[in-house]
Nanobody, 113 residues
Framework: AQLVESGGGLVQPGGSLRLSCVAS????????MKWHRQAPGKERELVAR????????NYLDSVKGRFTISRDNAKNTVYLQMNSLKPEDTAVYYC???????WGQGTHVTVSS
């Protein structure tokens, strides 16, 4: 099984990025998917999760109203749309398939002027 993230980069405060995570090697549509992040010197935290059919989502309080998680089961892909980015959003962002132990390698997001 494999999860491959993309879409990270350097963005100015207030900007936007869209992260993607493509899954392979397991039945993607059966699993809750999550986005986590880990900032330098901090523990990894759960940012957002989405149910297997995409009907239910949950968010870390600090990103509510700014980030949107979505998925396309036909493409085995989960997304994280990040708007109104702040310097404190700087981190490595990882996707994960719940209850599988499958994690991506991470994509770096840096928010800085």
């Amino acid at each position: 099984a494999q999860l491959v993230e993309s879409g990270g980069g350097l963005v100015q405060p207030g900007g936007s990025l869209r992260l993607s995570c493509v899954a392979s090697g397991f039945t993607f549509s059966r699993y809750v998917m999550k986005w986590h992040r880990q900032a330098p010197g901090k523990e990894r935290e759960l940012v957002a999760r989405i149910s297997s059919d995409g009907s239910s989502t949950n968010y870390l309080d600090s990103v509510k109203g700014r980030f949107t998680i979505s998925r396309d089961n036909a493409k085995n892909t989960v997304y994280l749309q990040m708007n109104s980015l702040k310097p404190e959003d700087t981190a490595v962002y990882y996707c994960a398939a719940d209850l599988t132990g499958y994690w991506g390698q991470g994509t770096h997001v840096t928010v800085s002027s």
